[in-house]
């Protein structure tokens, strides 16, 4: 319940979904049940020893102090260095801002650009902080919408249909959070070319699961010349590193806009923690062999785990390219009961199945897109068979 003594953004703010989840999961297993949580963006692994190694040795040499607010100079450097030879993309030490955590950099983006009544396109399904940030910014979000049959890949006329005087910025996720899709170069190319037209609007590229990608390459939007000095492009270490505790993020970005993000990142937070950027120094300019070990492993979980989905009645799925989640059309069992309780939209099917089958997972609400339910497949094989087989029994109890 909103409570009169808070401002009126944060009561109208909505709680992450996802965070929401999972700590309902925690809850009901602190009660002694055994509940396999499919709900939170975290990967399994461990961060690779090479890189906690270098933590351990910038904390012992005294690297403790407070760091540049937009990143060391190490990091940025390794950040230019890592754009460059991953992404074709050219950047200055001066265009790169460190962040505490990917999530930071776009609300340091949004805050930067967007003005009360401004409207940002969000290319829905979307990571769900997407539109909160937009709304706490004064902007209004646009959901511009993919289903399932379309790979949830938002085509060119899409856009199009969706862009206006009011337009400020574009925000999408590739490869996409929640539902795995990865844009090709011509599919990027397409939507350029309805940006050629929009010479004002920004556009915000979320690729912090670029190493985690099934498909031949990644494409970054930034490359593409009509766009490229008006792309921000955002990325991290929490998803391809598995260093999600270590709250670390980066963008790149025209040096307008990328002073314009330290600004405000110096008046909440200031620079992320020192030995942390030491640490992500090493991870970018060294092997990459553990990201791919573990990009393997997510793929044969991938291919595993979507095959047994496809066997739940009422459940559609796509194959996903890229990130670890599918993200089922799950709409033929609205309209479905389990005694007194109706199933009317995905957030009572997640409800159920956390209450009936004890497996945690994401409404599709969450995400712009109520039809469908997000499933992390970042557990162990046994836990991704054990939640399918109990999701298929919670099922076939519905009438």
Known sequence: MSDPRLSQRVNEMEESATIKMTQMARDLASQGHDVISLSIGEPDFDTPEHIKKAAIEALEKGDTKYTPVPGTMSLRKAIVEKFKRDNGLTFSEKEIVVSNGAKQS???????????????????????????????????????????????????????????????????????????????????????????????????SDEIYEYINFTDKHDSIGTFEAVKDRTVTVNGFSKGFAMTGWRLGYMGAPEWLASACAKIQGQITSGAASFNQAAAAVALSTSLQPTKEMQKAFEERRDMFIALLSEIPGFIVNKPTGAFYVFPDISALFGKTFGSEVISNADDFAMFLLAEAHVAVVSGGAFGADECIRLSYAASETQLREAVARIKAAVAKLS
């Open 106 to 204: 776009i609300a340091n983006v949004v805050l930067s650009l967007v003005n009360e009544g401004d409207e940002v396109i969000l290319f829905a399904p979307y990571w769900v902080s997407y539109k909160e940030i937009v709304k706490l910014a004064g902007g209004v979000p646009v959901e511009v919408k993919a289903d399932i049959k379309q790979n949830f890949i938002v085509t060119a006329d899409q856009l199009k249909a969706a862009l206006s005087n009011k337009t400020r910025l574009i925000i999408f996720s590739s490869p996409c959070n929640p539902t795995g899709s990865v844009y090709t170069h011509d599919d990027l190319q397409s939507l350029v070319e309805v940006l050629k037209d929009f010479p004002e609007v920004i556009v915000l």
